[in-house]
């Protein structure tokens, strides 16, 4: 089955303790993106990757990191979460940009306390 | 996708009806815009797309209709059902060397009564 997966799904952490959070897709996606959610504020870009060893900033990349390694993988890395970056998360790809259908991931709720 | 607070536009209607979501967008260079489904719990859904070339664009029972001159854009659902009921997110590709980067819109709420 086609698919982006995020691993966890659910996760509460306390503030500094460096986490990760996986993304996967099997559809030899280009493009893949990061992006969180929070009430009111609709989805916010936070790294996005046009291909393997390729990446940007999205409009919030402060305090997270990325990596493309690999086509299929995508991971979300935060050195030192802060209570602030409490939110839903979402990975998404696409075959490319502009045209092409983007395929979320089933979401990510992170807590940091 | 500027933060106007925490409460999103909502549109309420009949089964049947049709429904109208609307979207205003920030940057003129943007080339490409995609309207997303979200239901409650889940990963926003694919619905249409359209290039800034483009003004009219129809799909199975939704129709996209671009306005550039006014930066407007607007999502068309035809004979509104109950599973339409969702957050409706229109979002833009910046284009130009910020190809690849994507803003969304804050959201509307669409509820379909049956």
């Known amino acids: 089955e086609a698919q982006v997966t995020q691993n966890p799904r659910y996760l509460i952490t306390v503030t500094g303790k460096k986490l990760t959070v996986t993304c996967s897709q099997n559809m030899n996606h280009e493009y893949m993106s990061w992006y969180r959610q929070d009430p009111g504020l609709g989805l916010r870009q936070i790294y996005y990757s046009m291909n393997v060893e390729v990446t940007d900033k999205g409009d919030v990349p402060e305090g997270y990191k990325v990596s493309r390694k690999e086509k299929r993988n995508f991971p979300l890395i935060l050195e030192s979460p802060s209570p602030n970056q409490t939110s839903l998360y979402f990975c998404?790809?696409?075959?490319?940009?502009?045209?092409?259908?983007?395929?979320f991931g089933p979401g990510t709720r992170l807590t940091v306390t | 996708g500027e933060s106007v607070g925490l409460h999103l536009p909502t549109l309420s209607v009949q089964e049947g009806d049709n429904s109208i979501i609307n979207c205003a967008y920030s940057n003129s260079a943007s080339d490409y815009f995609i309207w997303y489904k979200q239901e409650s719990g889940k990963g926003p859904q694919f619905i249409i797309d359209?290039?800034?070339?483009?003004d009219k664009r129809q799909g199975q029972r939704v129709t996209v209709l671009l306005n550039k001159t006014v930066k407007h854009l607007s999502l068309q659902i035809a004979a509104t059902q109950p599973g339409d009921s969702a957050v409706y997110f229109c979002a833009e590709n910046r284009g130009g060397t910020s190809y690849g980067k994507l803003t969304f819109g804050q959201g509307t709420i669409l509820t379909v009564h049956p």
């Open positions: 359209i290039r800034s070339n483009m």
């Open positions: 998404a790809s696409s075959l490319g940009t502009a045209g092409y259908e983007q395929y």
